[in-house]
């Protein structure tokens, strides 16, 4: 067998893989138990849950509000956005929007 390339050069760059290259390579759930203890491969090579499911269709939309409404519902955290939907269909149960004149 041929020595093997490195795979990065003399500045750290990565070279472009070679089909050679691919067939060295090994599932992950091969190596990892080599590399760290059992119970840390074992959480790595656990499937994570995916994004919650939405309520369906979103539509992007452009829209203005007040600068402290956002403000609140951002320094909410991650999912902000979904929380001010939920707070709008909140909303909707109790009242009727109304057209401008």
């Known amino acids: 067998m041929a020595s093997r390339?490195?795979?990065t050069d003399k500045?750290?760059?990565?070279?472009?893989?070679?089909?050679?290259?691919?067939k060295q390579f090994k599932p992950a759930s091969e190596v990892l138990p080599q590399l760290f203890p059992k119970e840390v491969a074992?959480?790595?090579?656990?499937?994570?849950?995916?994004r919650p499911l939405?309520?369906?269709t979103k539509v992007?939309?452009?829209i203005r509000f007040d600068a402290e409404i956002l403000a609140a519902f951002k320094a909410t955290g991650k999912g902000w956005q979904t929380?001010?939907?939920?707070?709008?269909?909140?909303?909707l149960k109790t009242h009727t929007p109304t057209p401008s004149p």
């Not at 500045?11 to 691919?22: A, M």
């Not at 074992?42 to 995916?50: D, H, I, R």
Request: charged residues 30%.
């Open 5 to 7: 390339l490195p795979l």
């Open 83 to 91: 929380r001010m939907n939920n707070a709008l269909r909140d909303w």
């Open 60 to 62: 992007a939309q452009n």
């Open 42 to 50: 074992k959480e790595m090579l656990t499937p994570k849950p995916g």
């Open 11 to 22: 500045d750290g760059e990565v070279r472009e893989l070679t089909t050679e290259d691919f």
């Open 54 to 56: 939405g309520s369906g």
